[in-house]
């Protein structure tokens, strides 16, 4: 099973963009779902993550209060919004799915290797 995620584009820095991630064949409702990026030459780091009800959300400091995570369970879909979007967030953005093993949601978003399920990703570039 794969995730897609989609909405990936290019723009100027001060835009927004809106990633969606799907899942064919995969409840997602189950699952705690995260967005990871990776640049050029970085490691894949973890973005923002959501629990399997949307009831909690975690976000790395560096798209706090730019990026907001949420899901529609009944769509079977998990969206990121992203505004004011800044060259250095330019990356591969990824969704991955895992059935959240840990209380903490934030020390999940750091465990890449632990999620299950992931997505083709989808490119992310900001122009200055």
């Known amino acids: 099973v794969q995730l897609q995620a989609s909405g990936g584009g290019s723009v100027q820095a001060g835009g927004s963009l809106r990633l969606s991630c799907g899942a064919p064949?995969?409840?997602?409702?189950?699952?705690?779902i995260a967005w990871f990026r990776q640049a050029p030459g970085k490691e894949r780091e973890g973005v923002s993550i959501?629990?399997?009800?949307?009831?909690?959300?975690y976000y790395a400091d560096s798209v706090k209060g730019r990026f907001t995570i949420s899901r529609d369970n009944a769509k079977n879909a998990v969206y990121l919004q992203m505004a004011s979007l800044r060259p250095e967030d330019t990356a591969v953005y990824y969704c991955?799915?895992?059935?959240?093993?840990?209380?903490?949601?934030?020390?999940?978003?750091?465990?890449?290797?632990?999620?299950?399920?992931w997505g083709q990703g989808t490119q992310v570039t900001v122009s200055s």
């Open positions: 064949g995969l409840a997602l409702r189950f699952y705690a």
């Open positions: 991955a799915a895992q059935i959240q093993w840990e209380t903490s949601i934030a020390t999940m978003l750091g465990e890449t290797g632990k999620f299950e399920y």
């Open positions: 959501i629990t399997s009800t949307g009831g909690s959300t």
